[in-house]
């Protein structure tokens, strides 16, 4: 299985930005999906984005528009950059890897970052 970490939550105002990135222990080039969800106390986690080894793009309806998935194979890196941030985005982020396309559960999953937007 491959190691996820995750960098980059914090405290954020309203409609402010922050990036997001996943540092994967080993190639993450054959690996069908890479992506980011999120969930807060006693919630499940939810769908960010994802994003396939084609480059293929999906995201949560509430964040299309604000926020960007992308994969930079040859730094075995997956990043989200999160803009016009609002208090609902407040949760804690996770990566995942989904290698064989068998959705995210079957995949590694990170510790997880906080993220917190309030004024």
């Known amino acids: 299985q491959v190691q996820l970490v995750e960098s980059g939550g914090g405290l954020v105002q309203p409609g402010g930005s922050l990036r997001l990135s996943c540092t994967a222990s080993?190639?993450?080039?054959?690996?069908?999906?890479m992506g980011w969800y999120r969930h807060t106390p006693g919630s499940r986690r939810d769908l960010v984005a994802t994003?396939?080894?084609?480059?293929?793009?999906n995201y949560a309806d509430s964040v299309k528009g604000r926020f960007t998935i992308s994969r930079d194979n040859a730094k075995n890196m997956v990043s989200l950059q999160m803009n016009s941030l609002k208090p609902e985005d407040t949760a804690v982020y996770s990566c995942?890897?989904?290698?064989?396309?068998?959705?995210?559960?079957?995949?590694?999953w990170g510790q997880g970052t906080q993220v917190t937007v309030s004024s």
């Open positions: 995942n890897a989904d290698p064989y396309g068998l959705g995210s559960e079957a995949g590694s």
């Open positions: 080993r190639s993450i080039s054959s690996i069908y999906a």
């Open positions: 994003i396939t080894s084609k480059g293929i793009t």
